[in-house]
């Protein structure tokens, strides 16, 4: 599995509670551009139009060596999923407060593009102030432990 882009602030606001790895329609461009590291996910959500999943404001950059003249470079593409995870996403789509974001975009091992789906509950300001403070924590606890084995 090789990593192509992570949202890392989907940790920091959300409480992810599910996750789920599912295919995306990309043209071959697209492809080519993501095995270069061409993309970002910070943005991006997940809903629904006409009853299929579908990845919104994922910024994908254009192939330099592509013939195509008129690239649009967020515009939004499918997501593949099996009809029960589907109506797992939906049906918590439409619970208060919680959210459905991509957390990764990776290459499987067969070579697919595969990108890894969050579903989960932002978090109050108050709860990323509480993760500060305990990963800073856990930090000088390292640092301490390091310090007493020398």
Known sequence: MRIIAQN?????DYIINDK??????LTGDE????????VSIKESYIGEKNS?????NCHINNYNQSSKKLYEPTRIRKILVSKKEQYKIKSCKTKEGF????????FNKRGFAKILIGIGKGKKQFDK???LKKQ???IQKKRLLKGRNS
Do not use: C, H, M, T
């Open 99 to 106: 959210s459905v974001i991509p957390i990764s975009f990776y």
């Open 129 to 131: 102030r509480q993760a």
């Open 8 to 12: 890392k602030k989907a940790n920091f």
């Open 31 to 38: 492809v080519k551009s993501l095995r270069n590291k061409g």
């Open 52 to 56: 299929e999943l579908w990845l919104f």
């Open 136 to 138: 800073e924590w856990d």
């Open 20 to 25: 789920i790895e599912a295919g995306i329609v």
